[in-house]
């Protein structure tokens, strides 16, 4: 399936790449940076790109490209699922992944991707397996291997590994017995120049931290479960409970790990959380204005932080003199790029922008004004109105410490002006 994987910086260095069958040469990857080459940002890249003789396909995470090399039929969708999870299996082992921390754990990269494909076909794909084969990296161990000569890699097989839930092991043991659950939304939205919604989607998912001792069954309800339509699960959930019954029942992994996504659309009647009133003017030969003012929706409750709003300017603007009433604003005049970072939006004093615009001389005035793209983040609040039920705990004796957070932030919210 995966004949070859390569692992690409944002400097166009291939620094790190793995063979499952034949090696392929890195000209391969020419292609790749062709297509790069036409993207006006890195996150444009095609997922699939398609060579003489081979497919190419391509994930944009942690600003690192990772490209594989696929030569025969393959559903590009599972592909691109296995590199999000090695890149998951990254960020478990190391806290991050960065080029830094890929060529710190040069060799423990390269024994996970050893254990995770099989010539190139997906072997262990789980982090508890994988923690078992090959053990992650501490202080400790990295001196203990320089002294002994050992590796991480164990020489037992792990017991889950022909377990039927093998997403968790046998014998784990906590003093505190605690599971946390973060609903986590992001809106995609694009608002007229009238304030009025034209699209809105929710991308959603459930975030979990379960350290519980024994092998637990779970059983978590929802409030509203009808909300959630186009649904996502960890393996570890029993669908066909959820089609019967809309309950999420499972036996969860060790640790941290997704337990659902979902995606929800045509929200037209949900609300964006902050609207704004804008002016934008370009006048041939003098200065253009530009005016942006900020306000909350009423009856939100919950206080809008993190706010910035981003605009990319037309070529004949040269500068921008502006004064705000709250937070700082930063124009970039070779990127034609203003950034107008907020913080938090008090409700009693609404934040405003405005100022003059100089325009180039004999320069073309553009045809529309610029879009605004906002960012912002609402604590314990979810836009959807998804909301937690309960959560029984089923096979072991102890009453476990639950916590639940909402999350609501701003994926991509285009406001035309």
């Given at each position: 399936m995966i004949h070859s994987l390569f692992i690409i910086n944002n400097s166009g260095d291939i620094f790190m790449e793995k063979h499952y069958k034949s090696v392929i040469h890195r000209n391969i990857c020419d292609y790749f940076f062709e297509a790069l080459a036409k993207c006006a940002?890195?996150?444009d890249i095609p997922a699939v790109i398609s060579t003489p003789h081979h497919k190419l396909i391509v994930i944009y995470r942690k600003k690192l490209f990772f490209v594989s090399v696929v030569v025969n039929e393959v559903s590009p969708l599972f592909v691109?699922?296995?590199?999000?999870?090695?890149?998951?299996?990254?960020?478990?082992?190391?806290?991050?992944?960065?080029?830094?921390?890929?060529?710190?754990?040069?060799?423990?990269?390269?024994?996970?991707?050893?254990?995770?494909?099989?010539?190139?076909?997906?072997?262990?794909?789980?982090?508890?397996?994988?923690k078992e084969l090959i053990k992650p990296p501490n202080i400790f161990r990295k001196v203990a291997n320089m002294v002994t000569g050992d590796s991480n890699l164990s020489s037992t097989l792990p017991t889950v590994q022909l377990s039927n839930i093998p997403w968790r092991r046998q014998g784990i043991k906590y003093t505190n017995n605690?599971?946390?659950?973060?609903?986590?939304?992001?809106?995609?939205?694009?608002?007229?120049?009238?304030?009025?919604?034209?699209?809105?989607?929710?991308?959603?998912?459930?975030?979990?931290?379960?350290?519980?001792?024994?092998?637990?069954?779970?059983?978590?309800?929802?409030?509203?479960?009808?909300?959630?339509?186009d649904v996502s699960f960890h393996p570890c959930v029993r669908f066909?409970?959820?089609?019967?019954?809309?309950?999420l029942s499972f036996v969860p992994p060790d640790g941290n790990f997704r337990l659902i996504s979902y995606h929800i659309e045509s929200l037209n009647s949900v609300s964006i959380p902050i609207y704004l009133k804008h002016n934008i003017q370009f006048k041939e030969g003098s200065n253009g204005r530009f005016e942006v003012t900020f306000g909350l929706r009423p009856g939100l409750g919950k206080s809008v932080e993190n706010v910035q709003l981003n605009a990319e300017m037309p070529k004949c603007?040269?500068?921008?003199?502006?004064?705000?009433?709250?937070?700082?604003?930063?124009?970039?005049?070779?990127?034609?790029?203003?950034?107008?970072?907020?913080?938090?939006?008090?409700?009693?004093?609404?934040?405003?922008?405005?100022?003059?615009?100089?325009?180039?001389?004999?320069?073309?005035?553009?045809?529309?004004?610029?879009?605004?793209?906002?960012?912002?983040?609402?604590?314990?609040?979810?836009?959807?109105?998804?909301?937690?039920?309960?959560?029984?705990?089923?096979?072991?004796?102890?009453?476990?410490?639950?916590?639940?957070?909402?999350?609501?932030?701003?994926?991509?919210?285009?406001?035309?002006?």
């Open positions: 940002k890195p996150e691109i699922e296995i590199l999000h999870r090695a890149v998951d299996i990254f960020e478990d082992y190391f806290n991050d992944c960065t080029e830094f921390t890929l060529k710190e754990n040069f060799v423990i990269v390269y024994e996970l991707l050893d254990e995770m494909l099989d010539n190139g076909f997906p072997l262990a794909t789980e982090s508890n397996i994988l605690e599971a946390y659950f973060d609903c986590i939304e992001e809106i995609d939205a694009i608002i007229d120049k009238n304030g009025s919604t034209i699209m809105c989607e929710v991308q959603g998912y459930i975030d979990c931290c379960v350290k519980l001792s024994g092998m637990p069954d779970l059983t978590l309800c929802f409030t509203n479960p009808r909300l959630l339509d066909k409970r959820w089609e019967s019954e809309k309950i603007v040269l500068n921008m003199s502006l004064t705000p009433t709250q937070g700082r604003y930063t124009f970039d005049a070779v990127k034609k790029t203003l950034v107008w970072e907020i913080g938090r939006i008090d409700p009693s004093k609404i934040p405003s922008i405005r100022g003059n615009i100089t325009v180039s001389n004999g320069s073309p005035l553009p045809e529309s004004n610029p879009p605004l793209h906002l960012n912002f983040q609402v604590n314990q609040f979810a836009i959807s109105g998804i909301k937690f039920g309960r959560l029984d705990v089923y096979g072991e004796k102890y009453k476990p410490f639950k916590g639940v957070k909402y999350l609501t932030r701003a994926g991509k919210i285009q406001v035309r002006t």
